[in-house]
């Protein structure tokens, strides 16, 4: 499970945790985060859920939390058939 919280340093407190991984019924691992000029969060991470037809191979999924409305999409299969873990995943923003 990928759970997200965010630290308020002028609160020194945490937000409420949010659930990013809600699809996923089994393992999920390895997530990687990155922040737009937006203040979007963008999400991927491993997963053996069978989710979207992807299969019980580990995949890699990716979703973004909307800054304005706070809301999480739905989560996006970007591939079905890796036989190897993935061990970096870069954010490019083109302009
Ligand atoms: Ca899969």
């Given amino acids: 499970m990928i759970i997200y919280q ?3 340093r002028s609160s020194e407190s945490w ?4 659930i990013v991984s809600n699809e996923s019924i089994i393992e999920s691992r390895s997530p990687k985060i990155q922040i737009d000029s937006e203040d979007n969060l963008h999400v991927c991470w491993q997963d053996y859920s069978d989710y979207n037809s992807s299969g019980g191979d580990l995949d890699l999924f990716y979703k973004i939390r909307n800054a304005t409305t706070e809301s999480w999409s739905l989560t996006d299969v970007l591939t079905y058939n ?6 970096r995943v870069v954010l490019y923003r083109y302009q």
């Fill in 15 to 18: 937000s409420e945790r949010e």
């Fill in 82 to 87: 890796s036989d190897k873990a993935i061990l």
């Fill in 6 to 8: 965010k630290w308020s």
